[in-house]
């Protein structure tokens, strides 16, 4: 199974803004709940946020508090995260998959997430 891809982090200012996409690569999202999860440096994969396969319904982890907004484009086949107000501990990879335990809210029920992309804030 091909990987998606993700992509759109670097290093930005606390405080500033950062839009992170996630395309598909082989099968398609269009059938599936996606996520995104992410770790930092000597630390576990957490869960970020994770939107349905209507993409009616969104979820996201606590300490996004308002800073994160999850999409779906269905006619591109894209995921994208909106990161707002940038923290010094937002810094970390991003990755998409998909999310086979909706409900959940766990990094631990996410397959097949790409390279992940980098998110580096500077305070």
Known sequence: QVPPVESGGGLVQAGGS?????????????????????????KEREFVAAISRSGNNRYYADFVKGRFTMSRDTAQDTIDLQIDNLKPEDAAVYYCGEDRGWGKWDASSFVSWGQGTQVTVSS
Request: glycine share 12%; net charge positive; aromatic share 8%.
């Open 18 to 42: 950062l839009r992170l996409s996630c395309a598909a690569s082989g099968r398609t999202f269009r059938d599936r709940a996606m996520g995104w999860i992410r770790q930092a440096p000597g």
